[in-house]
């Protein structure tokens, strides 16, 4: 939520230290990475406690702290959504009105992430969508006319939809496909800009080499602000969401991956100033 944490609540967040160029330096809270990468108390695993046993919907995202800019000037801001599913679509007006109940975890993202960044003062001024596969509001195969719902005229002239898929070929190198998200991001953003991005296009070779590619290149990290990632790591067995057992089941995990190299990445990108927050 939008609500500044309370002093107990602080005191179990992590913080970044914020040194502004023309003002004061201030702390600004985010949650704490942990292995799970779900909301601490979600359905997975064994009862934390009899006090907190784990009751809460896998998808709930009310736990992240998302950066708010309330109280402090507006800068440009640019919303990249890779995986945007079904789009404005089945929402109406294309905008929530309000945040959906448990964070909006199910909830179509790009109407999602718009009214989670408006309630911080940060309305986006430029979205940039990548979906090769638009579906309708019940999951189905969709046309593109369906993707943009009834999004206004005002809204719709920010928005850049990219139908297709991403593309970012191998690190490191520099030269982007023609279809690469990261060259879009250098050729849009500059260091002033606040941007948001989220990764979720569920092919984890490019997912990967993105993410990747912003830890490893500072100069690409330098133009994020805030990151939102599913990352499909391995934890024991444990269905996150994206390995559900069963015959016929499809895993999305990350072959090798595990809790540690899952939350190290995350650490290297918020030791690089970039919020990155694990995702659902």
């Excluded at 297709?164 to 190198?173: F, I, K, R, S, T």
Aim: aromatic share 10%.
């Amino acid at each position: 939520h939008g609500i500044a944490p309370t002093p107990e609540e602080r005191r179990a967040l992590s913080h970044f230290r914020v040194e502004p160029a023309r003002s004061a330096a201030f702390v600004e809270p985010i949650e704490p990475l942990h292995g799970i990468a779900r909301h601490p108390f979600a359905r997975v695993g064994c009862p934390h406690s009899v006090a907190h046993p784990h009751d809460v919907d896998l998808f709930d995202i009310t736990y992240l702290v998302i950066h708010n800019a309330c109280g402090r000037p507006k800068p440009r801001v640019l919303l990249f959504d890779l995986g945007a599913s079904v789009g404005f679509k089945g929402v109406p007006g294309g905008i929530y009105a309000a945040m959906p109940a448990q964070g909006g975890g199910l909830a179509p993202s790009l109407p999602l992430l718009y009214r989670v960044y408006a309630d911080r003062c940060l309305e986006p001024d430029a979205v940039f969508a990548w979906e090769p596969a638009p579906r309708d509001a019940r999951g189905r195969w969709g046309e593109e006319r369906d993707w943009w719902g009834q999004l206004p005229p005002d809204k719709r002239a920010r928005v850049r939809f990219y139908h297709d898929m991403v593309d970012e070929g191998q690190l490191p190198a520099t030269d982007h496909p023609a279809n690469s998200f990261l060259g879009v991001l250098e050729a849009a953003a500059v260091p002033d800009d606040f941007v948001a991005v989220k990764v979720d296009i569920d092919t984890m070779g490019v997912e990967l080499t993105i993410v990747e590619a912003l830890a490893e290149r500072p100069e690409l990290a330098a133009l994020v602000d805030e990151l939102f990632f599913e990352y499909h790591f391995h934890f024991d067995g444990m269905n996150f969401g994206w390995n559900e057992p069963g015959p016929g089941a499809v895993n999305y995990e990350v072959p090798g991956s595990d809790v540690d190299t899952a939350v190290g990445l995350m650490y290297r990108l918020r030791t690089l100033g970039v919020r990155a927050h694990f995702w659902i």
